[in-house]
T-cell receptor, first 113, second 112 residues
Framework: DGGITQSPKYLFRKEGQNVTLSCEQN?????MYWYRQDPGQGLRLIYY???????QKGDIAEGYSVSREKKESFPLTVTSAQKNPTAFYLC????????????FGPGTRLTVL | GQNIDQPTEMTATEGAIVQINCTYQ??????LFWYQQHAGEAPTFLSY????GLEEKGRFSSFLSRSKGYSYLLLKELQMKDSASYLC?????????????FGTGTKLQVIP
């Protein structure tokens, strides 16, 4: 089946630890995105990548890092510098950027204790 | 910057029609998306409007007026399963790249 996978669905970490969220797609999409969703705030863009080996900061990139070494994969690392990391994280991909429809993975709910 | 406004919550009755509005202010506008998101799940694509006018897809229709910076999503013959958040998102050009900026979403509750 083609699609976007994120794992795990739920993740718990202690404060001060870095954690990496995985995102894999087999749709042959060039563009990939990471969003954070908090109650009442909608989706906020963390990082996006329009092509392999290239990525751009979104609106709330501080405390996060990404890599795009393969077309299929766009992992997100939540570092200890992120002040409020507890949130629902969504990964998406699209054929190209901008006007192309984004398809979302199931999300990872991260809780930092 | 980008500014997208939509109501926070709405309630409607099963079988009725509901209209969810979205207004936006943005530069480099390309088009407008509507997504549906059930609680705890991923958003799913509903529609994408580039040109002015109404586009119909079964029970759901979406309207765009580029000159007014206005869109709405129309849901007909409401069903209980339509209870969800509806996200308005604007595609726009930004710093040589194309981006999509999401509104905060409208939580729709369908009641019997």
């Amino acid at each position: 089946d083609g699609g976007i996978t994120q794992s795990p669905k739920y993740l718990f970490r202690k404060e001060g630890q870095n954690v990496t969220l995985s995102c894999e797609q087999n749709l042959n999409h060039d563009a990939m995105y990471w969003y954070r969703q908090d109650p009442g705030q909608g989706l906020r863009l963390i990082y996006y990548s329009q092509i392999v080996n290239d990525f751009q900061k979104g609106d709330i990139a501080e405390g996060y890092s990404v890599s795009r070494e393969k077309k299929e994969s766009f992992p997100l690392t939540v570092t200890s510098a992120q002040k409020n990391p507890t949130a629902f994280y969504l990964c998406a991909s699209s054929i190209g950027a901008g006007e192309d429809t984004q398809y979302f993975g199931p999300g990872t709910r991260l809780t930092v204790l | 910057g980008q500014n997208i406004d939509q109501p926070t919550e709405m309630t409607a009755t099963e079988g009725a029609i509901v209209q969810i509005n979205c207004t936006y202010q943005t530069s480099g506008f390309n088009g407008l998306f509507w997504y549906q998101q059930h609680a705890g799940e991923a958003p799913t694509f509903l529609s994408y409007n580039v040109l002015d006018g109404l586009e119909e897809k079964g029970r759901f229709s979406s309207f765009l007026s580029r000159s007014k910076g206005y869109s709405y999503l129309l849901l007909k013959e409401l069903q209980m399963k339509d209870s969800a958040s509806y996200l308005c998102a604007v595609s726009h050009s930004y710093g040589g790249y194309q981006k999509v900026t999401f509104g905060t979403g409208t939580k729709l509750q369908v009641i019997p």
